[in-house]
């Protein structure tokens, strides 16, 4: 029951009604039997200042940030967290007093869901993508003390990403391939594979792989992506995207609502359904 001690958190984004994280958030409150509430909160990029600023004053305990807004709404915080300024990006918000503290906790997601299936996070790792995701998944790679191998469509942005993280290694696109056979981990981070985008010939690009390689796909859409399952042909284990979006929600549930939630496959499950995505038993 919503009543005067309820915290209140939300998602801040432009559109905002394809978010799972009040899915998500909710069903951890009632779970954990805390008395919050989670609320989608669809705020146009001109009204990002006042609307953050609004939920200061009404007293909410903080807020994710998704697209449009996690690289603007880094000039609405008072302070940043270091992983923030490496990812370049914003996605959790806590008010602390009045003070808006910024986080990016998409890397750590990443990671963490990494660790959840067994993988260590070590080694050589190539990733595929210069996007946002990727640099968050890089930046937080970095930390794990990982050697980063970057890879991108345009190569001038994989560049900008090494001198922006300071560290890691540029590959070019069409030379990806042969890095394989002494990398750790490879990620797609690319929006490849995602419903509607165009084919690639994973098969093919997976030649020169091996039997410890741990392949990760960021794309959730589908569950399992075309880069999975050539990997998957071969024997090697593979994760998936779905476990990234909920690790990355554990943190700011922490910070808002008190409890660190487990992830278990009930989690899995409801935001599978929710998003018609297949049940992996
Ligand atoms: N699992 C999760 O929690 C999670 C979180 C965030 C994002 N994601 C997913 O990650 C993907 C990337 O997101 P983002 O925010 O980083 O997007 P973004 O900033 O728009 O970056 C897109 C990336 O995909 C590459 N790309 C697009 N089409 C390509 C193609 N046909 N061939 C090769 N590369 C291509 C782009 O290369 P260019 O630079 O050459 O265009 C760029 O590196 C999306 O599918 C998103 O849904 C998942």
Redesign the pocket.
Known sequence: MINGETRLAGVIGWPVSHSRSPLLHNYWCRTYQVNGAYVPLPVPPKQLKTAVHGLVAAGFRGANVT?PHKEAVFHVCDRLTTVARRAGAVNTLSFDQGEIVGDCT?GV??CDNLAAHGVSVMGKVLI???????RAVAASLLDHGCDVLIT???LE?ARALVNALGAGEVIA?EEWPEQLAGASILVN????G?NG??D?DWNAALADGHEGLRVAD????PRQTPLLKAAQKRGWQTVD??G??IY?ARAGFERWFGVLPDVDKTVFDLLAHDLNLEIIE
């Open positions: 697209i998409d997601g990443f595929l993508g210069a996007g946002g995701a990727a991108n469509r345009s942005r696109w981070a690319t929006s490849l995602m985008q165009p690639f960021i794309v959730y859409t995207g779905l990234m979006l990355q």
